[in-house]
């Protein structure tokens, strides 16, 4: 069964990202209209806009949640080259509950931030960013009471334009970062490079590039890993394809990297991705106005088992309306040919006579 929620979000502009929390209770949105909105699931199923403030002087490309250990926290960026960190204050103002959102500190870059990533709960409060200049900084919260006390102890250059990255969320390995190039020039250094953190001082450094896709990649996403010997790595460019990373013990590379899968469904650029809880289900968002869920068979065989319409439909209701739509033109069709389509000379004339009258 189809169940689809339509929201109206009173955005003056467009939309570039949606992001739920760890519970999946909470949503924020965020636009070119430089404001972010804070969303609550309700008890009925409907969600309520609960806080809308303008965050940035520029439009706002992305916006991510803290892990709730950190407290509700959620950084944006911007194309005004600032990344923002907010932090909810709940108070009770004459016996109802009311919260407010506080900008607890910024930090810029060289460039337009294009993506920026909160780590995952056990590397501790870790931020990551990429912009326009080329750089991924990692950001480090040493006090996590108070958001304002921070430190930028990495920052490693990648020459190119970056737009997206993405934390691995496995705890098993070293902690590990996925970073995309939209740069448009083609290179044969590829447009995926994979950053670790190797040694005990977290010391990060670049250890191996995806090169395969040689044009600029939209969106970048690691599945959770539950139980898998490797890592899988979605990449979004004009298609979506996905990469399975294997540790090397031995050797001098310390990734094995192959391709898994190739999904050209979309007939379009794609510029989302988003794995469900256990990292078995893809879902993809495209320039075409579709959303398209992936997933493994048996026989590790990935395919499109869902797709949705921009316009709230499946992909198997429309096809419906479709078939409907066809058979109502050939009914149309016959019709019109067992119809005669010469019309008669109107009007016509008609004589009425009046009955004659029963005496009483």
């Known amino acids: 069964m189809d169940r689809y929620k339509t929201i109206e979000t009173d955005h003056k502009d467009l939309i570039h990202d949606v992001a739920f929390n760890h519970f999946g209770t909470r ?19 409907t969600w309520k806009c609960t806080s809308s403030w303008k965050t940035h002087g520029a439009s706002v490309w992305r916006v991510a949640w803290a892990h709730p250990e950190f407290g509700q926290v959620l950084v944006t960026c911007s194309a005004d080259r600032a ?6 204050i709940r108070e009770s103002d004459a016996g109802k509950p009311r919260s407010s959102w506080t900008k607890r500190t910024s930090v810029f870059c060289g460039g337009s931030v294009s993506d920026v990533k909160f780590a995952p709960k056990h590397l501790g409060l870790l931020m990551a960013t990429v912009s326009t200049d080329g750089i991924l900084r990692i950001y480090e919260f040493t006090d996590t009471m108070n958001l304002c006390i921070y430190s930028c102890p990495h920052e490693l250059s990648c020459k190119m334009s970056l737009s997206s990255l993405s934390w691995n ?11 995309g190039l939209d740069d448009p020039s083609t290179t044969s250094e590829g447009k995926v490079f994979i950053f670790e953190a190797a040694d005990a001082n977290r010391r990060w450094e670049r250890i191996d590039t995806i090169t395969s ?38 050797g001098k590379k310390r990734l094995e990297i192959s391709q898994i899968a190739s999904f050209d469904e979309h007939q379009a650029p794609v510029w989302r991705l988003a794995w469900n809880t256990t990292g078995t289900v893809l879902a993809s968002a495209g320039d075409d106005g579709t959303v398209c869920l992936w997933k493994a068979n048996y026989s590790k065989t990935w395919k499109c088992i869902y797709k949705i319409k921009g316009n709230g439909m499946s992909a198997a209701l429309e096809q419906m309306n479709e078939k409907l739509n066809a058979d109502a033109r050939s009914v149309n069709s016959r019709l019109a040919s067992i119809i005669p389509q010469e019309r008669p000379n109107w009007p016509l004339k008609v004589t009425a006579h009046r009955l004659p009258r029963k005496d009483k």
Not at 32 to 44: A, F, N, R, T
Not at 83 to 88: D, F, G, K, M
Not at 169 to 179: L, Q, T
């Open 27 to 45: 949503m924020a949105t965020c636009s070119s209209d430089q404001y972010v909105k804070i969303w609550d699931l309700e008890e009925d199923g």
């Open 83 to 88: 990344a923002s960190v907010w932090e909810e």
């Open 169 to 179: 969320p496995s705890r098993f390995g070293e902690p590990m970062i996925a970073v």
């Open 213 to 250: 896709i040689n044009e600029p990649v939209h969106d970048v996403a690691f599945a959770p890993n539950f139980g898998r010997s490797y890592h899988i790595l979605a990449v979004a460019y004009r298609h979506v394809k996905l990469f399975a990373l294997k540790p090397q013990s031995s």
